[in-house]
């Protein structure tokens, strides 16, 4: 029998439709008197899967709490509250979030007066809604990726009114500004630059799950800038879903290029950025990224398919040929540049020769990392349509080819790092050996190493002995 809902659900229909509608942006968030006292002494467990946009929403989420006098907790045992902030990208994603779901039951068990809540993308899933309602009474609690800011009535609803809270709007989407903020990392921040996504690949959930294209102001992301540079932190990193097309739906003024370039003048030592879509990288970023020491060379630059058949079907807009192009001017333009990717293989009826393609590509890149999926069906989409002959073993070996070549080329080129120095942003010690010490590179590699008495968010250098596959062994000096 079908549950009977009050709510309104989320549907993909509204979720894809795209207005010229001037985005709303609301620059003030108050916590109504009645509701600010409700988490004192009171504690909450918050759990992130996905994406740094997700790390970036669970910061905003810790910080509402902490302004509701929430203390935070690494654990869960005697909390009042536990959010699981979800990611719908990929099958497998929502297979374990359902596992962690299933798990903390045994607290609502025990305690119904305790809060579960869930957020993120897959609140935000047409069907999947219904069934976690019906078949998980342990959440309480269930919002959207639009829904941020109304955690403090939702839990006031949930709390004290007792009340089963479902708010998940399928809308195009607001820009909140001067929402609370805790950051997890003390020397390392990310920075929103825009939210949602308007490029709708075909295999992709994204722009369903996060509305449309919203880039901030650029005045409001300089300032947030700035003051992480006066608290002292060390590295930013500027996200959104494409920043290469940041600014697009504001005015012609706004351009990446120029963001980045004014980011990097505020001083900050260490400026990253993620993700780049091939398609709307221009002359002008490579040019800045090459003019400013505080640009790390690094960027990461999603492939998802070397066969440009497969990149039309995939709705991508570059051909292989021209994802090449771009990648050696790349690397001709910015000295050292390392360059990581992501790669789908198995979308559906992709041949042999297709993903020969693939390989063909990865061999030419010799990428520094690579994050590889096997193509995961999600409803809705346009590729959740299409016929698919390929059977998951020969996906499986794929993946397992494809893992196996760009393995050999990260192993090549952190070979090459041997018996050099590096400086290393330091991010703490070992839980296991409080000599050994670790950070990352410029280039974005992962430096394990040995020394005495370093502090984390200290810059080091470091002599390298070992080039492993995913990460490099040395010692500071
Ligand atoms: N199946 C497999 N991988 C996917 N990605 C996005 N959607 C899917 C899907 N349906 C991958 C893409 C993207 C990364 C974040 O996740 O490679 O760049
Ligand atoms: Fe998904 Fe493509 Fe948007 Fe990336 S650019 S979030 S892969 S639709």
Redesign the pocket.
Known sequence: MKIKLDWALPNMKDAKKRTKNEIERVDSFVIPDNMSWLGQGKKYYISTYG?QANERDSETLAGIMDAMGFVQSDIYEDVDVILINTCA??QNAMEKVLGEIGNVKRFYVKNKDIIIGVCGCMAQEEGFVETLLEKYPQVRLLFGTHNLHQLPSMLYDAMICKKRVVKIYSREGEVYENLPVHRFGNHKAWVNIMYGCDKF?T????PYTRGKQRSRYMDQILDEVKELYQQGYKEVTLLGQNVNAYGKDIDDHYDFATLLEEVAKIGIPRVRFT?SHPWDFSDEMLDVIAKYDNIMPFIHL?L?SGDSAILKLMGRRYTKEEYIALYDKIVQKIDRCAVST???VGFPNESDEQFEQTLDVVRHCKYDNC?T??????PG?P?AVMEDEISLETKKDRLQTLNKLWNSFALEKNKAYEGKVVTVLVDGASKKDSHTYSGYTDTNKLVNFTGENIEPGTFVDVYIETGKTFSLDGRAI
Not at 203 to 206: D, E, F, G, P, Q
Not at 373 to 378: E, G, H, L, Q, V
Request: aromatic letters at 18%; one cysteine or more.
């Open positions: 994406c990208v990929r690949c295999y992709c959930i994204v993700t999603p998802q992501d790669i789908i994050f999926f096997i193509y995961s069906k999600r989409t590729a």
